[in-house]
């Protein structure tokens, strides 16, 4: 929700954050439905995907800018953010790999990296620590997917809209990416020295 630490201020679920954030998790079907609905013989429905990927966008702003303004920062809200942050890129990845948009080198790419984190969390876990919090990178990293995913959905077309779409929408691949993979590393590194400062203790 943030890059810096900022304690647990609440132990309440029904917060306006972690309702907006509950908002965005039920959106991730509805998206990747309305991205792959003309691979099934349906319309296209691209204007409505990239709708409900704006109002996601919006949501994921609002509620940690929201949590933290009216002290309603809660260990759920720290779990429900960044998941709906990973479900929606791997909703994206999933659609636009399907419908040939992303190529399957940057989809594998992205993957590889999700699947060493999921390695990191593990091992943490294994010793007793909790995720260490979403850092800077790794949101500036999600936030130029985000545009990304939805300029490479509107480059599927014709004329110069989606010509420029394609530009830009590379462009916040590459960086999205690169800072993607760096995030991921500075996170395994701390997972390193966590571990390492646990062994020594022992």
Do not use: C
Request: charged share 15%; hydrophobic share 55%.
């Amino acid at each position: 929700m943030e890059a810096q630490e900022t304690r647990v201020q609440t132990d309440r679920v029904l917060t306006i954050p972690n309702i907006l954030s509950m908002a965005r998790l039920v959106g991730v079907p509805v998206f990747l439905w309305l991205i792959l609905w003309p691979e099934f013989g349906g319309p296209n429905a691209d204007g409505w995907a990239l709708l409900v990927l704006a109002l996601s966008g919006i949501s994921d702003y609002l509620d940690g800018k929201l949590a933290r303004r009216w002290n309603q920062v809660s260990s759920l809200g720290r779990i429900l953010d960044p998941a709906a942050d990973r479900l929606y890129i791997l909703s994206t990845l999933v659609g636009l790999t399907w419908r040939g948009i992303l190529p399957l080198w940057l989809t594998g790419l992205l993957l590889a990296r999700e699947l060493m984190l999921l390695v990191a969390v593990w091992v943490l876990d294994r010793h007793g620590y909790a995720p260490p919090q979403v850092n800077f990178l790794g949101k500036a990293a999600t936030f130029n997917l985000m545009y990304a995913f939805p300029l490479l959905l509107l480059s599927d077309g014709t004329g110069w809209l989606s010509s420029l779409a394609a530009i830009f929408g590379w462009a916040f691949a590459g960086w999205g990416t690169t800072l993607y993979w760096w995030a991921g590393i500075l996170y395994v590194v701390q997972v390193r020295r966590l571990v390492k400062a646990d062994a020594a203790a022992d």
